[in-house]
């Protein structure tokens, strides 16, 4: 079994980075706004501040009250849209209950959306566009942590269990982009059974603990947690690790898989915000 490093992958890719940031002669700017006390949202957007510092990316983090009018959101985010100053901008999710969140995303210029959400991001993935846009930084870092291990794509059986915009749905077009025999189970799937027991690389991201077991994989499957939950004090996935990780063949440790992967892939779209915007200006 080989553990899948997410965390010593990202490491090496920060380093890079960091390069290349001082190649490009200024600081890339990232606009974070944070709306409400979730303290896992927090959590998060305290971890992608720490990164962008590694690197030398200014992150410039607004935070704006559980009850902010969806208005006011709008707002800011029209004025961060015309700052040329800023090259990336992520709102952090989930945004509170009584905020849309699809006209939230949509109101994201497209070249600023470093998290890949826009439709018109999203579009170019579906259609693997030659017009490259930005990949959502979750499906981006479990592609490229497959990458550097070698672990092979074309021609696979693959199945991804979770099928939201976030994650399961654009990790399921770079997976067909990239040769795989795609299948997507979610909540209403019959028989999850019937799908994981066959696929050659599964990847599951639901939130649900100890969903996949040793009993729904083959041997030798490949595994890749990307559900992230606590039970008491620890932070666990979706995977049975314990159960499973003598049958497979590659797997995701939980933490320190998928998820450094994630913020070193929002570094990378980062970065291409302020090289394209520098490209823009010189022309």
Known sequence: MVLLNGQALAKHKEEILQEEVARLGMAPVLAVVLVGDNPASQLYVQMKARACARVGITCQIQRLGESTPQSELLEILRTLNHDSQVHGILVQLPLPAHMDTREILEAIDPSKDVDGFHPLNVGRVYSDSLLRGFLPATAMGVMQLLEHYQVPIRGQDVVIVGASNIIGKPLASLMLNAGASVSVCHILTKDLRMYTQKADIVCVGVGKPGLIGPDLLKEGAVVVDIGISKQGDKVVGDVDF??????????????????????????QNTLLAAQSSLLERSC
Do not use: W
């Open 242 to 267: 314990e159960a499973v990780h003598h049958k497979v063949s590659y797997i995701t440790p939980v933490p320190g898989g998928v998820g450094p992967m994630t913020i070193s892939a929002l570094l």
